[in-house]
């Protein structure tokens, strides 16, 4: 029984390992994957709801519903208010 002797052939180029054309500079951005965020200018995701470094949303729809009172709640609010504190400052002055 003979043994298999394995040789490493120098003079093929093996497609596994990369050369220098397949390497990314690193530097080389995507096209498309950025944009500029409307508030602060910064460069993210084309995919991202709130910018990360101003911490604001990019647009109405990605926002979470504002919540707004409606105007009567406010002036009623006003109306009540207003006599409690004068009468609450007027009883302890």
């Given at each position: ?13 093996d ?28 460069e993210?995701s ?48």
């Open positions: 029984m003979g043994r298999h002797s394995t040789t490493l052939d120098d003079d093929d180029d497609d596994d390992d990369p050369d220098d054309s397949d390497m990314d500079d690193g530097n080389a951005e995507f096209e498309g994957a950025t944009q500029e965020c409307p508030h602060c200018g910064e993210i084309e995919y991202a709801e709130k910018c990360p470094a101003c911490d604001r949303y990019l647009s109405k729809e990605d926002a979470p519903p504002r919540t707004e009172h409606p105007r009567w709640v406010v002036i009623t609010a006003i109306i009540i208010l207003v006599p409690m504190l004068y009468a609450i400052l007027r009883w302890f002055l």
